[in-house]
């Protein structure tokens, strides 16, 4: 993948800060045992190739180290852009590194600047604004209700959306769907 050259110094302090009291990050050797061990990376689904080269912990890491913030954050479906989205934070990555970097951290901050950018892929805004209208990722449905039923399952209790929604406020989130 050709890297582009300009560097951002402020988000590639922001990065840093991720471990602001070791600077752990710095000591990524590039082993790639991230990426050996990450289970999107090992399936390659064909939807993260359509938007992105390959998802690459590894390279995300190096990536936003060197500050190379335009490439973290370009637009999905841009070939070239290296992003974040694959990522489900199930933490391997973060077990297995021997230098202990927070990989997963990295890689939530690149999605939160991105976000904040305006350039948070389409499904991932709409799937935010289900959560923020109902409470949940997948709201109930009345089938889904009555398989529940057939199935002996007991009712699914409502959330309470004006909590969820006042915690989503304080985060500023309702600002950016
Ligand atoms: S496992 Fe750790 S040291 Fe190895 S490439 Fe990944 S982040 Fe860097
Ligand atoms: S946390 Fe993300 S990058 Fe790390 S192993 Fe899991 S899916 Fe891969």
Same mark, same amino acid.
């Given at each position: ?55 690459? $912990?590894?390279? #995300?890491?190096? =990536? ?7 490439? +973290?954050?370009?637009? !999905? &479906? ?19 590194? $021997?230098?202990? #970097?927070?990989? =997963? ?7 939160? +600047?991105?976000?904040? !950018? &305006? ?19 997948? $709201? ?17 209790? !409502? ?19």
């Amino acid at each position: 993948m050709a890297l582009p050259l300009g560097i951002d110094f402020e988000f590639r302090k922001l990065i840093m800060d991720v471990h602001v009291s070791s600077d752990k990050i710095k000591y990524c050797y590039q082993c790639n045992r991230c990426t050996d061990n990450c289970p999107v990376a090992a399936v390659q689904n064909p939807f993260y190739n359509e938007i992105t080269n390959c998802f690459d $912990p590894r390279l #995300i890491v190096l =990536t936003t180290l060197l500050g190379y913030k335009d490439v +973290v954050m370009a637009v !999905a &479906g841009t070939k070239s852009a290296l992003i974040p989205w694959g990522c489900t934070v199930c933490d391997t990555c973060d077990t297995v590194c $021997p230098q202990n #970097i927070e990989v =997963t951290e990295i890689i939530t901050l690149a999605k939160n +600047v991105t976000t904040g !950018a &305006g350039l948070a892929p389409d499904n991932v805004v709409a799937q935010a604004k289900t959560v923020f209208e109902s409470g949940k990722a997948i $709201p109930s449905q009345p089938a889904i209700e009555r398989r529940r039923e057939q199935l002996g399952l007991p009712a699914v209790v !409502a959330p309470d959306v004006n909590e969820v929604q006042t915690l989503l406020k304080a985060i500023g989130a309702d600002k950016k769907l």
